[in-house]
Nanobody
Framework: QVQLVESGGGLVQAGGSLRLSCKAS????????IGWFRQAPGKEREFVATISRSGGRTYYAESAKGRFTISRDNAKNTVYLQMNSLKPEDTAVYYC?????????????????WGQGTQVTVSS
């Protein structure tokens, strides 16, 4: 089992940047593929980005391509989401999630463990 804690959210102006972190507990962090999802008020949770166990493969939602970068440091049990050129429509609670497979997965049901989320608000 793995526990996930997100941090790094906040209020930023449009065009600004934030870096989210997802810190995991446990000694088997490198056994998990990690995804970032987000949920805006009144909307379903949606996929943002994912990274394989080794970090060698990444995949992004169309809305994130070219602006967001997912990376991981297995020595620190941490996955990052660097978000640049933020837009008001990026406003949401951002969640990281873990799954015990390395294949790319974009569905909420593909993931077994979830963090509590961190709020990102982008003002216009």
């Amino acid at each position: 089992q793995v526990q996930l804690v997100e941090s790094g959210g906040g209020l930023v102006q449009a065009g600004g940047s934030l870096r989210l972190s997802c810190k995991a507990s446990g000694r088997t962090f490198s056994s998990y593929g990690i995804g970032w999802f987000r949920q805006a008020p009144g909307k379903e949770r949606e996929f943002v980005a994912t990274i394989s166990r080794s970090g060698g493969r990444t995949y992004y939602a169309e809305s994130a391509k070219g602006r967001f970068t997912i990376s991981r440091d297995n020595a620190k049990n941490t996955v990052y989401l660097q978000m640049n050129s933020l837009k008001p429509e990026d406003t949401a609670v951002y969640y990281c999630a873990a799954r015990k497979y390395s294949t790319i997965a974009t569905m909420v049901l593909d993931y077994d463990y979830w963090g509590q989320g961190t709020q990102v608000t982008v003002s216009s």
